[in-house]
Structures are given as structure tokens and as C-alpha cells.
């Protein structure tokens, strides 16, 4: 991955080696990783963010810097390593914000500890409905360890990051990301990440696409807040996922990203510090209570008739800014 612009910390919990990076003063953000990325992922937001926030970037379990064993990579246990590193931080309370697969451990972390959660911010995010891009479901095929060795030899690596970070530069949406297709391609020399991700992506994907679901418990979102972050040309993730949260969670914040694909946040750096900032000053924290969460679980799901999701197009980026 590339090289961090922020100071990497590094902290040893359950005997594992977690990286991260803590910028900045205030109020929490919790910024997680999308699928074989890394902190670096957030670099392009990461000062505009802490002029307002504390800023906590981990490197997830089994990628970027944090150590890469044999363990448990389903989301409930990253939601739990999550948890653990910010109870060694002496944090309580987080905005917790996922990026893609980063996404689904948010989601995860705000269900199982909705005491520590005081908003949510998905971008791009992982659980809002089965597509996804094949190249992820391929992850999950007999020998592809075996493949992925072969294809990341130092010549054919070489070859191969470049010829995807020269179609990056191309000005076409359908390889917007391949620049950062290229970098987690390169960490996959590692066989140890190879394999990390492997266990992650069989945890939530089959040959059908995405197997974890937030539709079941989006009701539970009635009392937090809730922003969604999509790029109008994701290819990885297809924006009409954002509709499928709106539908699911009808009091969410939905914003829509022109001209960018699934990494708004790196499309639009400037931009998405402005609409992070924006939900959190417009947004009074999440206030658990025990009751009322009760109350929730034991009626389930109501019908969102009459409820509509604040649906706000970027009418900056449309106008070509």
C-alpha cells in the first residue's frame, strides 16, 4: 500500500499487532477500511477531518500493517477488535464511518454496541444488497491462493500494477479505481494478506454476492444517526445500494457523489469532509437506552409508510466543480 502521510501507532491486543493512526482533537471518527485497503485509504480526509474530530484509522486485522494471523475474520469479530482497540484508547464513544467492507463491520459495531455508537457514516458500504463485483466473488474460488501467487511474482506484479495505475489515468468512470485495484493487487505478494482476505470475503460473499445484511435490523437504526455515501459510478458496489438503504432506513442521509466511483472519499476529498461535518454538527449523538432498544427488538420492524429518506444530490460536483 502506499506510504502513510500520518504517524502509525501500534498497539498489541489479544497478543496481535494493531496499527493505526490517531490525528486531530474532539468529538471520535472512526474511519474503517474497505477490502484489502488500508489506513491509507482515508489519507486524502484525514487533515480536513481533524480540524474538527479526533481521528482513529486502524489498520484492520490481516491488512496494511497490523499483523495478519490465523484468526477469526468474520465482521462480529472485527466489530470486536474494533471495540477492544478503542477500550485500550480510553475512547467510549465513536462516529463510526465504513468504507465498502469497512461498511459492514460499522453496521456490525453499531448493532452489537450501540452504547458506544453515537452515529453511523457508510460509504460505499458492504450490506445493502447481494451485487457485487465479480472480481470479489472470485476470491472465494478454489485455488485462487494458488493463482494470486503466480500473478503476484515480482516481473508479472510489476507489469500488472502499472498497466492498472495507467488505465486509472485514463478519463473514464470504468477505470476510475484501478489505482487503488493496483495497490491492494500489490499487497497480495504478501501470501499471509492473500489469505486474510480470503477468510474475510468467504465470511460475507458466496457465488450469489453478499451474504451479511443489514435489511434484517435496519429498523434498529430508528435510533441512531445515519448517513449513506455513495459514488454514482461505482462499479464495485452498485449505487442503487444507496436506494436500498434509503428504503430500509427512511430517516438516513443519502448523498450521491457525481463523477465518482467507490472511493468518494478520495474522488472528493474536500467535498466528503464537507458532508461528514455536516451530518455530525446537524446530528445529535446516539443516547442509549436499554429500554427503548428492548422496545425496538420486540416489535421488529414497522412499516416505513410516510417516512422519506433525505436524499441530497451533490449539486456541486453535478454543476462540474
Given at each position: ?149 503466480l500473478l503476484t511474482l515480482p516481473g508479472v506484479r510489476h507489469v500488472g500494477t502499472a498497466g492498472l495505475r495507467t488505465l ?154
Amino acid at each position: 500500500m502506499p506510504p502513510s502521510r500520518h504517524h502509525v501507532q501500534h498497539l498489541t491486543v489479544h497478543g496481535h499487532q494493531r496499527a493505526f493512526v490517531q490525528v486531530g482533537q474532539g468529538p471520535v471518527l472512526l474511519l474503517l477500511h474497505g477490502l484489502g485497503c488500508d489506513h491509507t485509504t482515508w489519507s486524502p480526509v484525514i487533515d480536513g477531518l481533524a480540524e474538527h474530530y479526533t481521528v482513529i484509522a486502524p489498520d484492520l486485522l490481516g491488512h496494511g500493517l497490523s499483523d495478519k494471523p490465523r484468526a477469526d475474520y468474520s465482521v462480529g469479530g472485527y466489530a470486536n477488535g474494533v471495540r477492544d482497540l478503542l477500550t485500550v484508547l480510553g475512547i467510549d464513544k465513536v462516529t463510526v464511518v465504513g468504507h465498502s467492507f469497512g461498511g459492514g463491520v460499522a453496521m456490525q459495531f453499531a448493532y452489537q454496541f450501540p452504547e458506544r455508537t453515537e452515529r453511523m457514516i457508510l460509504v460505499a458500504s458492504g450490506g445493502l444488497g447481494p451485487e457485487v463485483t465479480p472480481a470479489i466473488r472470485a476470491i472465494t474460488t478454489p485455488g485462487f491462493q494458488q493463482a494470486m501467487g503466480l500473478l503476484t511474482l515480482p516481473g508479472v506484479r510489476h507489469v500488472g500494477t502499472a498497466g492498472l495505475r495507467t488505465l486509472a489515468a485514463l478519463p473514464t468512470a470504468a477505470t476510475r479505481d484501478l489505482g487503488e485495484v493496483a495497490d491492494i493487487y500489490d499487497s497480495f505478494k504478501d501470501p499471509r494478506a492473500r489469505a486474510a482476505i480470503r477468510h474475510v470475503v468467504s465470511a460475507v460473499v458466496d457465488w450469489k454476492g453478499q451474504i451479511v445484511t443489514m435489511a434484517d435490523r435496519a429498523y434498529l437504526t430508528e435510533a441512531m444517526p445515519m448517513c449513506v455515501v455513495w459514488g454514482r459510478d461505482d462499479l464495485v458496489i452498485p449505487v442503487r445500494h444507496a436506494r436500498n438503504a434509503a428504503a430500509l432506513a427512511p430517516k438516513a442521509r443519502v448523498e450521491i457523489i457525481a463523477r465518482s466511483g467507490h472511493f468518494p472519499h478520495k474522488d472528493h476529498p474536500e467535498r466528503f469532509v464537507e458532508v461528514v461535518h455536516d451530518f455530525v454538527r446537524d446530528t445529535r449523538p446516539a443516547t442509549y437506552s436499554r429500554a427503548r432498544w428492548r422496545r425496538l427488538l420486540k416489535n421488529g420492524p414497522t412499516s416505513p409508510a410516510g417516512s422519506v429518506a433525505q436524499v441530497v444530490p451533490l449539486a456541486a460536483a453535478d454543476a462540474g466543480a
